[in-house]
């Protein structure tokens, strides 16, 4: 059974940064594409990036491209995502995913049928 449990969200003032991560088990990690979305409240889910097996080539929302950095160590089972100049609308539950497929290269969150229970980011003003 797949398991992912994020880890480093929390209070951080405007402008600030945090890294995420996301620690995977349960099959070959390094094999399969990972995602990250969050979802504001009262809000949907929402695509933030993604990254293919071998790390060499990522995929942002265009909205947040230049701020995210997303990044994953195989050795460790582990994918990141760097948040730099963070506003106040990244608030939101942050959460890593992955698909049955592990070639799947996109935004649409159906594709993604695992997901970890999310982690709080929270940027005061």
């Known amino acids: 059974q797949v398991q992912l449990v994020e880890s480093g969200g929390r209070l951080v003032q405007a402008g600030g940064s945090l890294r995420l991560s996301c620690a995977a088990s349960g099959r070959t990690f390094s094999s399969y594409t990972m995602g990250w979305f969050r979802q504001a409240p009262g809000k949907e889910r929402e695509f933030v990036a993604a990254?293919?097996?071998?790390?060499?080539?990522?995929y942002y929302s265009d909205s947040l491209k230049g701020r995210f950095t997303i990044s994953r160590d195989n050795a460790k089972n582990t994918v990141y995502l760097q948040m730099n100049s963070l506003k106040p609308e990244d608030t939101a539950v942050y959460y890593c995913?992955?698909?049955?497929?592990?070639?799947?290269?996109?935004?649409?969150?159906?594709?993604?049928?695992?997901w970890g229970q999310g982690t709080q980011v929270t940027v005061s003003a």
């Open positions: 995913a992955t698909g049955i497929i592990a070639t799947i290269w996109t935004r649409m969150s159906q594709y993604y049928h695992y």
């Open positions: 990254i293919r097996w071998s790390g060499s080539d990522t």
